[in-house]
């Protein structure tokens, strides 16, 4: 199975910050790379599909970028929605869609 | 709207079995593949199994970690998926969602996700 690693595991920012989250494939999966948000006690959310393209109704300032084996989650400005986990999953070896670990980010 | 509702979750003892259920509503079920993702408390997602659709024939995949003990199921006629889960151990305990399979870009991606429902494995 192909392994998803995070970096961060988990970082602190204020509002307004401009902040990046990488995900690394253990080998490549060219653009087949998705990110979700969870906030606690809810469902994940997508976010990202296909590395970079912005899901239906996802503010747009979130954006993916990458392709092979690494991946960034860019958030331009933090909002206080977004504090929460985020998750990269690849979904280019079937049937496993492995996801990350998670990046945690809280209030500085 | 899309809406997935998960029921069935409650306490089991170890080698006991539950069965889930994922009721959907606002698209057409028998178009899509659908999985079940959990969450162990406090933990991340693991990826549990898949029910692909009627043109892929209903062929099902699971998770190293479940499969011989889970099934997966669905009925179209009732908009339904299911989660058959035996011999169950205290590692199955989690929240479990179902999520909606889309495809776009020659990539798949979980669209739409159910609220989730907790499965507590413990005597």
């Known amino acids: 199975d192909i392994q998803m690693t995070q970096s961060p595991s988990s970082l602190s920012a204020s509002v307004g910050d401009r902040v990046t989250i990488t995900c690394r494939a253990s080998q490549s999966i060219s653009s087949y790379l998705n990110w979700y948000q969870q906030k606690p006690g809810k469902a994940p959310k997508l976010l990202i599909y296909a590395a970079s393209s912005l899901q239906s109704g996802v503010p747009s300032r979130f954006s993916g970028s990458g392709s092979g084996t690494d991946f960034t989650l860019t958030i331009s400005s933090l909002q206080p929605e977004d504090f929460a986990t985020y998750y990269c999953q690849q979904s280019y070896s079937t049937p496993v869609f492995t996801f990350g670990p998670g990046t945690k980010v809280d209030i500085k | 709207e899309v809406q997935l509702v998960e029921s069935g979750g409650g306490l089991v003892q170890p080698g006991g079995s539950l069965r889930l259920s994922c009721a959907a509503s606002?698209?057409?079920?028998?178009?899509?593949?659908m999985d079940w993702v959990r969450q162990a408390p406090g933990k991340g997602l693991e990826w549990v199994g898949r029910?692909?659709?009627?043109?892929?024939?209903?062929?099902?995949e699971y998770a190293a970690s479940v499969k011989g003990r889970f099934t997966i199921s669905r009925d179209d006629s009732k908009n339904s998926l299911y989660l058959q889960m035996n011999s169950l151990k205290t590692e199955d305990t989690a929240v479990y969602y179902c999520?909606?399979?889309?495809?776009?870009?020659?990539?798949?991606?979980?669209?739409?996700w159910g609220q989730g429902t907790l499965v507590t494995v413990s005597s």
């Open positions: 029910t692909r659709n009627k043109a892929n024939s209903y062929t099902t």
């Open positions: 606002g698209f057409t079920f028998s178009d899509h593949y």
């Open positions: 999520a909606r399979v889309s495809w776009e870009l020659a990539t798949y991606y979980f669209d739409y």
